[in-house]
């Protein structure tokens, strides 16, 4: 019974760690969903969505934005888990562009990068491709 309670003890510090990395790769791939999420939603409805990355408090939270007529257009939260904000753990930083990243009805996106940071970790890069609107994580 001693053996395993030093077998555990010796052994915290790494499962912390594997913990820590998947935070930081499940909110990479969550940002990645939100995108494709936005970039489909646009093309299916011919509506624009319009993401916006706070870094402090680090959060994003994505709307629908209705631009139809002569009207300004009038932003509402896009439907699902995005619309409402997602909070990104505090251990990690949110490295985004000032500009919300627009999700056009023909496929298209504005280009963007966001970086993940977290410490003793790689930073994870989410980048954007403007003319598919595809995102994509590299380290």
Do not use: H
């Given at each position: 019974?001693a053996?395993?309670?030093?077998?555990?003890a010796?052994?915290?510090?790494?499962?912390?760690s594997?913990?820590?990395n998947?935070?930081?790769?499940t909110?990479?791939?969550?940002?990645?969903?939100?995108?494709?999420?936005?970039r489909?939603?646009?093309?299916?409805?011919?509506a624009?969505?319009?993401?916006?990355?706070?870094?402090?408090?680090?959060?994003y939270t994505?709307?629908?934005?209705d631009v139809?007529g002569d009207a300004?257009?009038?932003?509402?939260?896009?439907p699902g888990?995005?619309g409402?904000?997602?909070?990104?753990?505090?251990?990690i930083e949110?490295?985004a562009?000032s500009?919300?990243i627009l999700?056009?009805?023909?496929?298209?996106?504005?280009?963007a990068?966001?970086?993940?940071?977290?410490?003793?970790?790689?930073?994870l890069?989410?980048?954007l491709?403007?003319?598919l609107g595809?995102?994509?994580?590299?380290?």
């Amino acid at each position: 019974m001693a053996l395993l309670g030093v077998l555990m003890a010796l052994a915290w510090p790494e499962f912390r760690s594997l913990r820590k990395n998947y935070l930081l790769e499940t909110t990479a791939r969550d940002l990645v969903d939100c995108m494709a999420f936005a970039r489909a939603s646009a093309v299916g409805e011919r509506a624009w969505y319009k993401l916006v990355l706070k870094p402090s408090p680090a959060l994003y939270t994505l709307y629908r934005m209705d631009v139809s007529g002569d009207a300004p257009a009038v932003l509402e939260p896009a439907p699902g888990r995005w619309g409402g904000g997602r909070a990104v753990a505090p251990d990690i930083e949110l490295q985004a562009p000032s500009d919300p990243i627009l999700f056009f009805p023909n496929g298209t996106a504005t280009a963007a990068t966001v970086v993940l940071k977290e410490d003793g970790f790689p930073p994870l890069s989410i980048k954007l491709s403007g003319t598919l609107g595809y995102a994509t994580i590299a380290r």
